[in-house]
């Protein structure tokens, strides 16, 4: 009799293209796979149950069923040959094509498990080796245009030009409104990243082929995470207000915020840790004029140091929300959601500038000819490259490329239809990738910078 679970066996998710072997247990086609790949690097000495020199060896068209252990006969079109099991539970596939994030949905591929639109499915040939690049070709596309409302902005003399280079979506369930919305990317120091979805206690590592590579179970749900030098994981539970460090497969206490609700932090130089945060969160029914925000240095075993403060009192932090070091220059940058700016300071506590998206008459809080939602600079993520320069996603799809004493050099253009996207997570890997996330969409994008815009020539450049 066929079985009834609501989850594979294998992945202990819900069935993504069911297939009912033999011996009538189901498995994803993809775990299927998997599992197959698995067994062909263990010796046949392991396979069998007799020794070695018999010739019980599982043949290469055969597998071991994971449940009953079970050989069973691989039909010759491999596992999507088998039989779908349409008696249970199927999760459903995102409406949005996973390789361009952009058409509907009208097929799953086979060879590569993802669903894709009618266009994508037809433009890859997986005959043909990739070597990386972009599985939708993008040549054809023109460079991508400054934003009308940047043009203006002083300081502004080069556009980096990026170009997508792989999409993938998580493999998370949506939350009660059918998002799989995603708290953070943070880039690892051994290449690839760190991703902190919502919907699940784990915090997920990716390598630079967006394989993933680890699953770390988190107490709570984690909303930042920061690799620190000697490797540990530093991170976040909001809900506790608790900052934790994980190190030998194991979460330990670093420090409590009793006094304000922790949204960012990041490591110095120096080993100590700055973390940042509001003393209140504004939806739980706090005047305005009672929010004030909180800029906290501790040591590198979590004792309070003491607090960074603005220069001018009124304009003081009021919702300080994310925190990136540059152990380069040893200076660090502090963004505040509530003054719309991002402040740079010296490891030893002095305010060196505060960035404001540039002087233009569109940064004026003005609703004129419709420029209210991208007018006006508002800062989202934050991340600092291996060069030590400075990355601001903001509500426009741009990048904001600052030196590490926030000058402005440039603004990053993707050539993408909503550039890297509205509500972008961002980090940059010791590779040069550029990890961007879709906060409702759960989907992850790779960019490269591969050329510069400027007044005098173009070329190649990685900031």
Not at 53 to 76: E, F, G, M, Q, W
Not at 231 to 241: A, K, Q, Y
């Amino acid at each position: 009799m066929m079985e009834d679970h609501d989850s594979c066996p294998v992945c202990f998710e819900n069935f993504i293209m069911p297939k009912l072997l033999p011996c009538k247990h189901t498995f994803c086609l993809r775990c299927l796979k998997d599992y197959c790949d698995q067994q062909k690097t263990i010796s046949n000495e392991k396979l069998t149950t007799t020794d070695k020199d018999s010739n019980n060896a599982i043949d290469k068209d055969k597998i071991i069923c994971p449940l009953c252990r079970n050989v069973c006969t691989i039909p010759n079109k491999g596992f999507q040959d088998l039989f779908t099991n349409y008696f249970i539970k199927i999760s459903k596939p995102s409406k949005i094509c996973e390789i361009c994030v952009q058409e509907n949905i009208s097929t799953y591929c086979t060879t590569c498990f993802k669903y894709k639109c009618k266009v994508c499915f037809r433009q890859y040939d997986h005959r043909k080796k990739t070597s990386g690049k972009s599985e939708v070709t993008e040549d054809d596309r023109p460079d991508p245009r400054l934003p009308f409302h940047l043009m203006f902005i002083d300081g502004i003399r080069t556009e980096y030009i990026c170009e997508l280079t792989k999409t993938f979506q998580l493999d998370v369930p949506p939350n009660d409104e059918g998002k799989r919305m995603v708290y953070s990317v943070i880039a690892s120091r051994k290449g690839g990243a760190y991703v902190l979805p919502q919907t699940v206690p784990f915090v997920l590592k990716f390598g630079a082929n967006t394989d993933l590579l680890a699953k770390i179970r988190t107490p709570e749900t984690c909303t930042c995470i920061i690799e620190l030098q000697n490797g540990d994981l530093l991170g976040i539970f909001i809900g506790s207000r608790l900052i934790l460090r994980y190190t030998c497969g194991g979460w330990s206490h670093f420090a409590t915020a009793l006094d304000y609700f922790p949204f960012g932090l990041a490591e110095l130089s120096d080993s100590k840790i700055v973390v940042c945060g509001p003393n209140a969160i504004p939806s739980v029914g706090i005047k305005e004029d009672k929010l004030y925000g909180i800029v906290r240095m501790y040591s590198a075993d979590g004792d309070a140091l003491g607090e960074i403060e603005k220069k001018n009192k009124e304009n003081s932090f009021l919702s300080p929300s994310l925190a990136v070091s540059n152990r380069r220059s040893k200076t660090f940058a502090i963004s505040d959601q509530k003054r719309l700016c991002v402040t740079i300071y010296h490891e030893n506590g002095d305010e060196l500038t505060t960035y404001n998206g540039g002087t233009s008459m569109f940064n004026l809080p003005l609703n004129l000819f419709g420029f209210q939602s991208q007018g006006i600079f508002q800062p989202i993520e934050m991340c600092c490259s291996q060069a030590g320069n400075f990355f601001i996603s903001c509500t426009d799809g741009t990048l904001h490329v600052l030196n590490p004493y926030g000058k402005i050099k440039g603004v990053a253009l993707a050539n993408c239809a909503d550039g890297f996207g509205t509500l972008t997570d961002v980090a940059v890997d010791i590779d040069g990738n550029i990890w961007c996330s879709n906060s409702e969409l759960g989907t992850i994008k790779l960019f490269r910078l591969v050329r510069y815009k400027n007044h005098l020539k173009t070329g190649s450049i990685l900031p």
